[in-house]
């Protein structure tokens, strides 16, 4: 067979293996469940037939939590009775395909250096700093290292540096704290350490002072790394279980009427038939598809939704919390760019399906790129992004943290809480830009939005990077400049940079 007609051959087996997964999870949601089943073999046979690669891989953790969706929706008590594979997921390896997924991923580095850039030029001066860092899934040693480094050598010297770490592996923590220890006394820097072995949902806000061990006169910031969108279930998940929220945050929506204006801005997006029609709609769920081979299933853009929605309790209670009691300078926001917060099943799992494609085709050039083993870029997958993955498909209520949403959405509710964002500088930008380049991937792109960062894999965007302090009605303090609305579209602002 002609290469040409091989591959053309191959391109439309995988637009058929999308349409049927699509129309899978559309009945699914319709609770059309022998049509489900039916679409569901044909998509098995179609991943058959299909051999190797990033979106047949992908179609392995897709068609798995369409099954489990199928059976609980046939069979509750089955259901019920299925072993959770997350719940035996060794930790150990868990934590091996984390540090995989830093050195493989381009993302991951490219946020930590904007957000060292953003804490540095926040700091400049300061004597006293307390860093306090919500971290993330792939968190590393070496970004804690770096920014010790990079305080050093400011040109009026390292300050006197307190890091709080908030992470759910006390091991891991463990470690970190002593490298870090080991390495501000061979730089010679003042420093201490904080570990606070929690996730952020099971924190209490209403003592944040007493968990972050918060002292006075010392200059703040605060990074939150895909974090927050483990606080967006809302209330009526938590099934009246969870701990009480500060009547800070209950009175969170007095503040609506000082952001009413970004509701008058929201438009609806325009949308184009996707494949099969099996996510056709009027609203969000379909989108235009660019001409690359993640094409398969229509992909998100990033515009605003068609509406914004208030934060639920807890996110409102910690943001809340935030502003009034660690009140940082600056607060540094990295968030998957991904809308996987709906109640629509049928929504999600077409957003998911393209997101996660990109991700897998991203880490899959990566492992060419870098001569690493299959095994290793197999265990990323599995055991990092097919977690996230069946968190966003499979859980529901309480225990579906993977909510992620839109830069436009975080914008929105970081405003209502009374932040204000703070434009990323140009040194932040470059130096996003160099980390990007340094990892010598064709596909990396880096596109600026409204004075955030946004991180893309062949024009997909995958997550967003975003700067914010406290509103206190006061003028500017040297480390912003004029605040635009994220819903408004900013002229001439979008710059690209691909290798």
């Known amino acids: 067979m002609h290469p040409s007609t091989e591959a053309t051959g191959r391109a439309r087996r995988l637009a058929h293996l999308g349409w049927a997964l699509c129309e899978c999870a559309a009945d699914i949601e319709a609770g059309s469940m022998e049509k489900a089943a039916h679409r569901l073999s044909q998509a098995v046979g179609l991943k058959a037939a299909t051999g190797d690669g ?22 509750p008590a089955v259901a019920d009775a299925l072993i959770d ?13 984390r540090r995989s997924f830093f050195d493989l991923s ?44 990079e305080f050093k050598s400011r040109p009026e010297g390292p300050p006197h540096l307190r890091l709080t770490i908030v992470y759910d592996d006390g091991e891991f923590l463990a470690t970190v704290s002593e490298s870090l220890v080991d390495e501000a006394d061979e730089l010679d820097v003042p420093f201490q350490v904080h570990c606070v072995a929690a996730q952020i949902e ?30 967006l279930a809302a209330a009526e998940d938590d099934g009246g279980g969870a701990r009480s929220f500060s009547a800070a945050g209950c009175n969170f929506n007095k503040q609506m009427a000082n952001t009413a204006r ?62 009034t009691t660690i009140s940082p300078k600056v607060a540094v926001l990295v968030e998957q760019e991904a809308i996987h917060n709906g109640v629509s099943f049928r929504k999600r799992f077409a957003e998911a399906l393209h997101y996660y494609g990109a991700v897998f085709d991203s880490l899959d050039a ?41 830069l436009h959405q975080w914008g929105f509710r970081m405003e209502v809480a009374g932040f204000r964002r703070v434009p990323l500088s140009y040194m932040a930008i470059r130096e996003g830009d160099d980390m990007v380049r340094r990892c010598g991937l064709r596909g990396c792109e880096n596109k600026q939005h409204g004075g955030c960062l946004i991180l893309c894999w062949r024009s997909l965007p995958l997550y967003s990077v975003s700067a914010w302090r406290p509103d206190r009605g006061a003028a500017a303090d040297g480390i912003g400049g004029e605040y635009l609305p994220l819903s408004e579209p900013i002229a001439g602002s979008c710059i690209c940079m691909e290798l």
């Open 85 to 97: 594979p997350s719940d035996h997921l060794d930790r150990r390896c868990a934590m091996a395909a």
């Open 366 to 406: 990566a492992a060419t790129a870098y001569g690493r083993p299959d095994a290793e870029r197999a265990e990323v997958e599995r055991a990092v992004v097919g977690e996230e993955i069946r968190d966003v498909l499979v859980r529901e209520g309480p225990r579906r943290r993977e909510r992620h949403d839109r």
């Open 202 to 231: 099971a924190l209490d806000f209403n003592d944040l002072h007493g968990v972050l061990g918060l002292k006075s006169g010392e200059a703040r910031a605060l990074l939150c790394t895909q974090q927050l969108h483990r606080l």
């Open 54 to 75: 990033p979106l047949p891989r992908l179609a392995v953790p897709a068609v798995d939590c369409l099954a489990r969706r199928l059976i609980r929706g046939m069979v």
């Open 262 to 323: 970004l509701q008058q801005m929201a438009s609806t997006s325009s949308c184009s038939p996707s494949i099969g029609g099996a996510c056709e709609d009027d609203d969000e769920s379909a989108y235009r598809s660019p001409a690359t081979p993640l094409s398969f299933i229509s992909p998100p853009l990033t515009t605003p939704p068609p509406q914004f929605e208030m934060p639920p309790p807890a996110l409102a209670s910690f943001l809340s919390a935030a502003r």
């Open 106 to 149: 381009p993302f991951p580095k490219a946020a930590v250096a904007v957000s060292n850039r953003v804490i540095l030029e926040a700091m400049e001066n300061e004597k006293n700093v307390h860093v306090i860092d919500f971290a993330g899934p792939a968190a590393q040693p070496c970004q804690w290292i770096q920014l010790l480094r």
